[in-house]
């Protein structure tokens, strides 16, 4: 299965300055496996030291939360959105 | 529906507008959505900004034009020359002043018929819950994770819904947390991330129009939470992508095993955010702990002796097109790659542009087997403050 997956702004410098990465994948872990198998040093932004992914950092099919579907064994399908999106404090000093 | 407790559907006869209100909003008047009962509705409506900064100034700016009746403030910062790229309520005479000050002025300029109540304080927990309790509806625009989580636990103990507006280089989310029956701050992020693991607009910049494009949204659902028209932006995370100029939409679900908003919560009053973000004992033990420096002033005498020393910048090539030292740039995610460029029998300084990352690179050079090496202490800033203040800060 063809998915896409979208890398925010603030992850890109772990993962070559790209947007987005296309894989292959039939489920939205191994599509982070294949993530951070390219790019090693995206691992810790994502994954707690034993392996899961982190509180901070939602982890979307499409428009859902996978949380509220079946995680990471959430099967994907051709033209599926994988978003990664972390927890973001910008705004004013206080 | 009333969308604000205390709200009614029909303002009561206690306030009318005035001729000249009546000029003032008439672009709002002659709209059906808003006429005169949802013009009422706007003069009576209390709404608390937390911050006055990049997301304050269109948010304040455009509530005040609308005629929202009284506007809080909470900040307790002073405006910088960095802050005027971004907060345009800001003018450049402003430097100097407290911001509260500084946009309760230009806030009332724009629309002298409103109530403006300014806090020059920290929020903390112990002033949240009497600070909010005289607002309708909070606007979240701060910028770290600690008051972000007290501010969300403040709105779903006080049942207020909280506004939320955050930013990041490109990058925006925006969402109305704790509107009835939705989601929190904590259902979508129940932690925070580790304090540095995440740099905050300081460290990673921002480009200057989006704190106005996400701030001006939070505006738009502020005044339509008053208004009651619409469909709130609740239980949606909206993601603006500046540099694609895409906007995305994310569904976000109350989660019910949630400590604050859940089914049974576990939080029944404001904690210790600091802790809960684990700030706590950050300053009482520094990065740079066993790291040998060098202070500019001690590197300056060495280098007018003529002592050999071999300079290394580990910023990022942008960076040391602002300023430089002249040294050799290696930016610190290159150096396990091209230490090979470096001579280990010289005598090396590390510099970046506040120490920190510097620290990282002397740390890593030194395991890498380097002896001769310091970290310059406060970087590229105190070499400015403490030998050339021709350098630039930025």
Known sequence: ?94 | MPIITGTPTVPDTGRTLSKQEIQRYSRHLIMPEVGMDGQLKLAKAKVLMIGAGGLGAPLGLYLAAAGVGRLGIVDFDVVDYTNLQRQITFSTSDVGRPKIQAARERLAGVNPSIRIDTYETRLTSSNALDLFREYDIIVDGTDNFPTRYLVNDACVLLDKPNVYGSIFRFEGQTTVFHYPGGPCYRCLYPEPPPPGLVPSCAEGGVLGVLPGIVGALQAMETIKLILGIGEPLAGRLLLFDALGMRFRELRLRRNPSCPVCGDHPTIRELIDYEEFCGIRGEEVVPVTTGIPEITPRELKSRLDRGDDIFILDVREPHEYQICNLQGHLIPLGDLPKRASELDSSREIVAHCRSGKRSADAVQFLQQAGFRKIWNLKGGILAWSDEVDPSVPKY
């Open chain 1, 1 to 94: 299965m063809a998915v896409k997956m979208e890398i925010p702004t603030a992850l890109r410098q772990f993962a070559g300055k790209q947007a987005s990465v296309e894989f292959n994948a039939a489920t939205v872990g191994e599509a982070l496996k294949q993530l951070t198998g390219t790019y090693a040093d995206l691992r810790k932004h994502l994954y707690t030291d034993d392996g899961r992914i982190r509180s901070f950092v939602n982890i979307y099919l499409n428009d859902e939360d996978i949380r509220y579907l079946q995680k990471e064994n959430t099967p994907t399908k051709d033209g599926d959105t994988i978003s990664i999106v972390p927890s973001i404090a910008g705004g004013a000093k206080i």
